[in-house]
């Protein structure tokens, strides 16, 4: 949520996206509205916690309804974002789909550089130890 500033957990949220769209051959949040963004990362990753809705700048706070949850689908621009909300898959079942060897494994990393709160995403070298990287490949 850009409404809370930026800092170095930011990139590792970055490298997350990148290796879905490794994975799957598409961006993962392919959107430049914030509302519609918003919905897509709920949709792929569960609901923004509260504390962070509570947190959000009072310009943010309009994409929330009695700040506690997305105003989604009822705040949507068009029926074309509904729809383009609705295709996304969760997470796990977006690797799942995409993934030939080591799914849960790599399911877990990408839950860990994807947190919506920075304090609880994985730091670079955390996500270097983590076991997807050291599982072997198909022979």
């Not at 949709?43 to 997305?70: C, D, N, W």
């Not at 079942?93 to 993934?99: E, F, G, S, T």
């Not at 399911?107 to 076991?131: C, I, K, M, N, V």
Request: include cysteine; hydrophobic fraction near 40%.
């Amino acid at each position: 949520m850009h409404c809370l500033g930026w800092s170095l957990p930011c990139d590792i949220w970055s490298v997350g996206c990148i290796l879905v769209e490794l994975c799957s051959g598409e961006a993962l949040f392919q959107t430049h509205e914030n509302l519609e963004h918003l919905a897509m990362m709920e949709r792929v990753l569960g609901p923004v916690p509260e504390h962070m809705i509570r947190k959000a700048s009072s310009s943010a706070q309009k994409y929330f309804r009695r700040g506690t949850r997305l105003n989604w689908p009822e705040g949507a621009v068009t029926r074309e974002s509904i729809r383009a909300v609705r295709k996304l898959h969760r997470l796990k079942d977006l690797v799942a789909r995409n993934a030939d060897h080591s799914k849960a494994s790599l399911a877990d990393l990408l839950y860990g550089l994807l947190r919506f709160e920075p304090s609880e995403r994985l730091t670079a070298q955390e996500a270097l130890d983590h076991p997807f990287f050291r599982i072997p490949g198909p022979t």
